[in-house]
């Protein structure tokens, strides 16, 4: 291996870069230093290039691969995440029908939450495809229970008050800021899935039963668990099969 003095710009970046996605959770920059041997000045100054075009992002607690990697993993994983949408939406019916509000499926790739399949009414919510996970206090339950579930989450945050409960409880609720649209949220267990699971419903407070929609949501997640297996062992067993 060359040495530090002769490396050129491209073999510094890959260095750090390679040293961020190393890590599961956000690496600081004199983790980073160390890990590489390079200056710090010059480590600070990739890092600072990588974030400008998107492959490495930066938290509070340091630095983690970034959104163009993770869209990368995104299109790695087409089938995969194919397979959750077609396999999720008669779950997602029954939590439809049974609150009449929108039903949900997400995932947590990196700092972006996906939402990857909803059904929803005439009157009811449309969630955005996906949105940017920054503070869990002040995002909806569907992001808090992601971030509670994460293993990238940094120890500060994972510490926070809201993300401790929705780990206790195994549920979170939201509402909006001005109150009129309430969320309620659980994690899918053991999805077999690099990232974490979410089932949610969202609907107008006041017409949504927490009590009864909660219920709901544990016992479909559990399911959809259940399914999941199955249908990873079906998968498994043609694999074998083929080969």
């Known amino acids: 291996m060359r040495s530090k003095e002769t490396l050129s710009a491209v073999d510094k970046a890959m260095l750090v870069l390679n040293a961020v996605i190393a890590h599961e959770s956000s690496a600081t920059l004199a983790v980073l230093t160390r890990e590489t041997g390079l200056a710090k000045a010059t480590v600070h100054r990739v890092l600072n290039v990588l974030h400008e075009h998107g492959v490495v992002a930066r938290t509070e607690a340091g630095y983690l691969a970034g959104e163009q990697l993770v869209d990368a993993g995104l299109s790695a994983n087409a089938d995969l995440f194919a397979m959750f949408r077609r396999e999720s939406t008669p779950f997602l019916l ?15 790739v990196g700092d972006t939450v996906h939402h990857l399949n909803q059904l929803y009414g005439h009157r009811t919510c449309r969630l955005p495809e996906q949105v940017t996970a920054r503070k869990a206090s002040a995002e909806s339950a569907i992001t808090r229970i992601l971030l509670a579930h994460s293993s990238r989450v940094p120890a500060a945050v994972a510490r926070a008050k809201e993300l401790a409960a929705a780990r206790k409880t195994g549920i979170a609720t939201s509402q909006c800021r001005s ?11 053991h999805a077999s899935v690099p990232w974490p699971v979410a089932l949610a419903v969202t609907g107008r407070t006041g017409s949504l039963d927490l009590n009864s929609t909660a219920k709901s949501l544990r016992g479909t997640a559990f399911a959809f668990a259940k399914h999941l297996r199955v249908v990873a062992t079906r998968a498994s067993a043609l694999s074998q099969e083929a080969g």
């Not at 609150?99 to 947590?108: H, K, R, Y």
Request: hydrophobic letters at 50%; a negative charge.
């Open 179 to 189: 109150g009129v649209i309430t969320t309620l949220a659980v994690a899918v267990p």
């Open 94 to 108: 029954d939590l439809h029908r049974a609150s009449g509000e929108t039903a949900s499926l997400s995932v947590l």
